[in-house]
C-alpha cells in the first residue's frame, strides 16, 4: 500500500469538506485547506513532478521550514513512488550538499532564501544529480535561466486526477539522513511498510476515541522522524494538522490554534516547569502556599485518575478550586486545549512529568530512533510509569543485549542505511535485532528505562563510570541552566561547560546590582560563579559523591546549530563541543 494513498484516499472519500491542514502566510491569519482541496493540490504537485521526468524511485529532497508545502510536496513525492528527502532548513550549504549528492536527488524544493542560493550553487556542479529548483515563496530572489520554478508556477498547469503508484510495504518511502552527534550522516531507509504498519500500531496501543477531531501544531522540524511521523499519523487518522514556520513563535501560535495534540521535545517541558516554579517562588508566601496546596492536590487527583480509581467528590471539588486558581493560568497560555503530548528524543525526569500531570496535561514519554520509525516504547493514557518510558507499541519486540544494550525487532525497524552495507551490518545482531546504542533495562511492571547512551558513558580515571545524560537532564531543569556538557571521561573529577539560561540571570543581575556590557563580562564575574556553585551544591545534594560537578565554566553563549555544536533537534554533539572547547577544559584541570 502506498503511504500517500493510505492518508489521502480514504479521508476525502470519508469527509471531502472536513479540514485537513492549517497553515499561516506572513501578515495574514490562519488558514485551512479541506480534504478535497488539499488531495488536489498534492494531485496537481505529483503530476507537475511526473511531468519535470521524476520516476518512480528517484530522490525528491525537502529543504525547508515547516509549511503546508512541505507536507504536500512530500506527499506528492510518495504517491508518484518517488523518495523524500529532508533535509534540515538551519543545515549549510556543505551538509546540504552533502545529502544531495549521497542520495542523488534530481529536484529540490527550498523554502527561502539561503535554501535557494545554497542548493543554486549544488545544481551549477557538474557531478551530482540535481536538476531543478522549486521554491515555495515568491519573496525569494530566483535565476530562471538555472531551473528554478516558483512551486505556484510549477503546478499551474498540472491536472487533479492522479493515479497513485503501487508500492509495497518494502518499498522505501524516505531517506532521512541522521543528524549525526558522532561521525557521518547515514540515510535511514524507511518503507511505506515501515509508517503504515507503525500508524497501526499506535492506534491499537492509544484506543483513541473521536481521533478525527483532533487539532496538532507541528512545530518540531518536519525533517526530525518524530514530528513527521507524528503528522503523517495524524492525518492518517482524519486529524487535522496545522504547520508552524518559526518554532520562535510558538507561545503566540498556541494560543491562536489551540491545538489537542503535539509532538514536544523535553526542554520545551523544561522550561515551561522551570518558568511555572520561578513565578511559585516569586510570589507572595500566600500565593506559594496556594500554588504548593494547588499541586498537592493535582498530584492525588492524577495518580487516582493514573490508576483508573474514582475521585472522591471532595477531592474533586478541591481539584475544580486549584484549576481556577493555578493551573488553569499555564493551560490557557498552551492554548486550553492541550491533553496529549508525545515527547521524545530524550528522558524527562520524573518531577516534570508529574507537575504536568498535576496540573491536567498529560505528557506521552515515548523512546525511539530515526532507524525504528520513532516510537517503540511510549507511556499507555493511564497505568504509566513516571521516570519510565512506558511500554513497548504492539508489533515491537524489546530485549536487553550485551552492556545492557536495548535491542528492538518491529514492523517500525528501518531496511538499512542508504549506500551503506557495512554500516547497516554494524547495527544488527547476527539473530536479526537492531541494536540501539542505547543502554537501559525493564522495571518489574515491563516498562523500559533509558540508562545512557552507550557511547556517552564516561569512566573517570577513578574507575567510576558517569551517565552524563541523567546527570544533565536534573540539572537543566533548573530555570537557571540552559545547556550543560559533563566532562568525565579518564578524568579524576566531574567538571562541566555550562551554559546560563541568560533571560533568568539578567533579572538576577538586577536584584543585585550587577551591571554589564556583555556576556563575556558576566561569566566571569565572581558573584555570578558563587551563585552558580550554590545553584550546583543545591541540585546536586541527591547525587553520589564522583557523579558531581566539581568545577565548571560559564559559557558566553548558547551551542548554536550553525557552528555545529548542537544538532537540529538541540541534541549536544558532544565530541564537537569536547573538541572546540579543549583548552576551556583543560583549565578546569
Not at 535561466?145 to 518494502?170: G, P, Q, T
Not at 541568560?502 to 551591571?515: A, G, M, R, S
Request: glycine share 6%; aromatic share 12%.
Amino acid at each position: 500500500m502506498n503511504l500517500a494513498e493510505a492518508i489521502i484516499k480514504k479521508n476525502v472519500e470519508k469527509h471531502a469538506i472536513k479540514s485537513a491542514i492549517g497553515f499561516k502566510k506572513k501578515d495574514a491569519g490562519w488558514k485551512e485547506l479541506s480534504w478535497q482541496k488539499f488531495s488536489e493540490v498534492v494531485s496537481k504537485t505529483a503530476n507537475a513532478l511526473l511531468n519535470a521526468g521524476i520516476q518512480e524511485n528517484d530522490k525528491v529532497a525537502i529543504y525547508a521550514e515547516n509549511s503546508s508545502e512541505w507536507m504536500i510536496f512530500d506527499l506528492a513525492a510518495l504517491s508518484i513512488g518517488a523518495v523524500t528527502v529532508p533535509i534540515y532548513s538551519t543545515n549549510n550549504a556543505e551538509q546540504a550538499e552533502y545529502i544531495i549528492n549521497d542520495s542523488g536527488t534530481k529536484i529540490i524544493l527550498v523554502g527561502d532564501q539561503a535554501q535557494y542560493d545554497a542548493s543554486l550553487e549544488i545544481l551549477k556542479k557538474e557531478e551530482n544529480n540535481l536538476e531543478t529548483i522549486i521554491i515555495s515563496k515568491k519573496a525569494v530572489w530566483i535565476k530562471k535561466e538555472f531551473s528554478s520554478f516558483y512551486l505556484e508556477d510549477f503546478i499551474a498547469k498540472s491536472s487533479v486526477k492522479l493515479e497513485f503508484c503501487k508500492k509495497e510495504y518494502d518499498d522505501i518511502a524516505t531517506l532521512i539522513y541522521t543528524s549525526g552527534t558522532t561521525g557521518t550522516p547515514k540515510g535511514v531507509m524507511l518503507t511505506h511498510g515501515n509508517f503504515i504498519k507503525a500508524f497501526d500500531a499506535h492506534f491499537e496501543f492509544f484506543k483513541f476515541k473521536n481521533f478525527e477531531e483532533e487539532l496538532s501544531l507541528a512545530f518540531l522540524p518536519l525533517t526530525h522522524v518524530f514530528e513527521r511521523s507524528w503528522s503523517l499519523l495524524c492525518l492518517y487518522g482524519g486529524a487535522r494538522v496545522y504547520f508552524l514556520e518559526d518554532p520562535k513563535n510558538i507561545a503566540k501560535a498556541l494560543e491562536e490554534v489551540k491545538p489537542t495534540m503535539m509532538c514536544v521535545v523535553p526542554r520545551f517541558f523544561q522550561k515551561v516547569y522551570a518558568g511555572v516554579l520561578e513565578k511559585a517562588e516569586e510570589g507572595s508566601s500566600v500565593k506559594k502556599k496556594i500554588f504548593d496546596w494547588a499541586v498537592e492536590v493535582g498530584k492525588q487527583v492524577s495518580e487516582l485518575k493514573r490508576k483508573e480509581q474514582s475521585v472522591p467528590f471532595g477531592l474533586m471539588m478541591k481539584h475544580s478550586v486549584a484549576d481556577a486558581l493555578v493551573f488553569n493560568k499555564v493551560k490557557e497560555k498552551m492554548g486550553g486545549r492541550l491533553w496529549f503530548m508525545p515527547c521524545g528524543g530524550a528522558s524527562v525526569s520524573p518531577d516534570v512529568t508529574q507537575l504536568f500531570e498535576a496540573m491536567g496535561l498529560h505528557i506521552t514519554v515515548g523512546y525511539g530512533l530515526t532507524e525504528t520509525t520513532a516510537t517503540l516504547t511510549a507511556f499507555p493514557l493511564t497505568h504509566f510509569e513516571h521516570g519510565t518510558c512506558g511500554l513497548p507499541l504492539p508489533s515491537v519486540e524489546i530485549r536487553i543485549g550485551e552492556n545492557d544494550e536495548i535491542q528492538a525487532k518491529g514492523d517500525g525497524i528501518m531496511k538499512g542505511y542508504y549506500n551503506k552495507p557495512e554500516e547497516t551490518q554494524k547495527v544488527f545482531t547476527e539473530d536479526g535485532w537492531f541494536k540501539t546504542g542505547d543502554a537501559g533495562k525493564f522495571d518489574e511492571k515491563g516498562n523500559l528505562i533509558i540508562t545512557d547512551r552507550i557511547k556517552d558513558l564516561m569512566k573517570t580515571s577513578n574507575g567510576k563510570y558517569i551517565a552524563p545524560q541523567q546527570i544533565e537532564n536534573v540539572l537543566t531543569n533548573n530555570n537557571f541552566i540552559n545547556q550543560i556538557v559533563l566532562i568525565a571521561e579518564g578524568r579524576q573529577f566531574v567538571s562541566a561547560l555550562i551554559v546560563p539560561n541568560f533571560e533568568f540571570l539578567q533579572d538576577f543581575l538586577k536584584k543585585n546590582n550587577i551591571t554589564f556590557t556583555n556576556w563575556e563580562e558576566i561569566v566571569k564575574n565572581e558573584k555570578v560563579n558563587d551563585f552558580y556553585k550554590e545553584k550546583l551544591k543545591e541540585l546536586q545534594n541527591h547525587l553520589s559523591d564522583f557523579e558531581k560537578v566539581k568545577k565548571f565554566t560559564l559559557m558566553p553563549s548558547d551551542f548554536d546549530i550553525n557552528t555545529g555544536e548542537i544538532t537540529p533537534t538541540l541534541k549536544v554533539k558532544r565530541n564537537v563541543v569536547l573538541k572546540k572547547y579543549a583548552d576551556l577544559i583543560e583549565k578546569m584541570y
